[in-house]
């Protein structure tokens, strides 16, 4: 959510916004909603004072019933305004930073960095499906018949390796004085309406339902809803600042939008696990911004360990979503895709996080601010396995694991079993 003083002064840089990320929000109707309901406010106030001073002189009872009524009806305008008004702010998008590229799609993303040499073997690569057959290590006509579209099993070594990369993961980023957390996965409907999946994105999540629920619940996408929601309506101190925390849990993710894209491998999958990163910093665009160098440092730094090629590209306003001030997709090279792809992003929302979730920190000075929220993934799994697998596949058909998980799996190569 943003700030809506700054939206009054200046609704042409939102709309702009809006319209550079292909956001749906009618700012002129906001902004007529904004002015009824202030103007109401302001008559309720003078009719509320009107009635006290009636009440205290104790004259014309008719006169005094007559302001019980204007404010009674008064109230009624605000009640139906304000929903409609609350549901329009949620809408605005947050500006974006002035070096974000413009574009509409993924194709309008600009590569800033790359590392690493593409693996040029001299023998036929095989892709992850093919080897994960071999291997016995990938499982997916009977995911798919216990779990449906998109369903698969991780067995023997991949579910080692899996598992490795989280715990090498954590390991890492609690050495850099994040707190570990296992967040709730099942979160009510206001951790994502205040991390933003809510109202955007929302047919990408899966809602539980029993049938004498009273509230409406839902499987998170990632760790990020319930680790900002860790500190919801909360005051802070600035001294508390920044906090730093990081969690592991199960995603899940319906992928909608996605229907027939990847629809082979453990690319696009239904659920996965992830460790996630976020911070809140003080209300600065500077310390914030150098929050989301030095978190993209840390995935790039993981990827360097594992000795897999990737570029950074930062985001463009049609690809980085409402919320986003600035943004960096990582994406490491899959030789079966023949390109780079996404396995990790990192973005700075700005205050627009912790408006919609109502934490503050208080100053030293004393005044109360919105701080900065941050979020970046550290690693997700198994998407990142094809890297590993299809990158480090060797001739005769094996796997070299990186060294770098060597002490978390217990093993340093895959090999086909006998009688496979």
Not at 185 to 201: D, K, M, Q, W, Y
Not at 258 to 281: N, P, T, W
Request: aromatic share 8%; proline share 5%; with cysteine.
């Amino acid at each position: 959510m943003v700030d809506i003083k700054k939206l009054r002064e200046d609704p042409a840089a939102y709309q702009r916004a809006a319209d550079v990320k292909a956001v749906a929000v009618d700012i002129d109707r906001l902004l007529e909603v904004d002015k009824l309901v202030l103007q109401l406010k302001q008559e309720l106030d003078e009719l509320r004072t009107e009635k006290n001073q009636l009440a205290r002189q104790q004259a014309d009872p008719e006169k005094g019933r007559a302001v019980k009524e204007k404010i009674k009806a008064k109230e009624g305008e605000v009640n139906l305004l304000e929903p409609e008004l609350e549901k329009l702010m949620l809408l605005v998008p947050n500006l974006p930073s002035e070096d974000t590229p413009v574009g509409k799609d993924d194709a309008g993303n600009q590569e800033v960095y790359r590392w690493g040499d593409i693996p040029q073997p001299d023998f036929a690569l095989k892709d992850h499906l093919t080897l994960g057959a071999e291997l016995d290590l990938l499982d997916f006509e009977r995911g798919v018949r216990t779990s449906g579209f998109r369903g698969y099993y991780l067995k023997n070594e991949a579910a080692l390796l899996h598992l490795a990369l989280m715990q090498y993961a954590l390991k890492k980023i609690i050495e850099r004085g994040f707190t570990p957390f296992i967040p709730p996965t099942l979160v009510r409907e206001f951790a994502l309406i205040g991390s933003g999946h809510f109202p955007f994105g929302q047919e990408e999540i899966y809602e539980i339902k029993n049938p004498d629920d009273k509230e409406r619940k839902f499987l998170t996408g990632t760790a990020e809803p319930s680790l900002l929601a860790y500190r919801a309506g909360e005051i802070l101190d600035e001294a508390e600042l920044p906090l730093k925390f990081c969690g592991l849990s199960q995603c899940y993710r319906s992928e909608a939008g996605s229907y027939g894209k990847d629809a082979k491998g453990i690319y696009r999958i239904h659920e996965f696990m992830k460790v996630e990163q976020v911070v809140l910093c003080r209300a600065d665009t500077t310390e914030s911004n150098q929050w989301l160098e030095t978190m993209t440092g840390y995935s790039r730094e993981l990827l360097e360990d594992l000795r897999l090629p990737y570029r950074v590209v930062q985001v463009c306003t049609g690809d980085m979503g409402a919320g986003k001030h600035k943004m960096y997709d990582l994406e490491t090279w899959m030789p079966s895709r023949n390109a780079y792809s996404e396995t990790h992003s990192a973005s700075n929302l700005t205050d627009w996080q912790a408006r919609r979730l109502g934490i503050r920190y208080r100053t030293n000075g004393g005044e109360k601010v919105y701080p900065h929220c941050l979020n970046n993934t550290v690693i997700a799994s198994p998407r990142i396995l094809i890297a590993i697998l299809e990158n480090f596949q060797q001739q005769d058909g094996s796997i070299a694991v990186p060294e770098a998980l060597w002490p978390f799996c217990g093993f340093k190569k895959i090999e086909r079993r006998s009688g496979k």
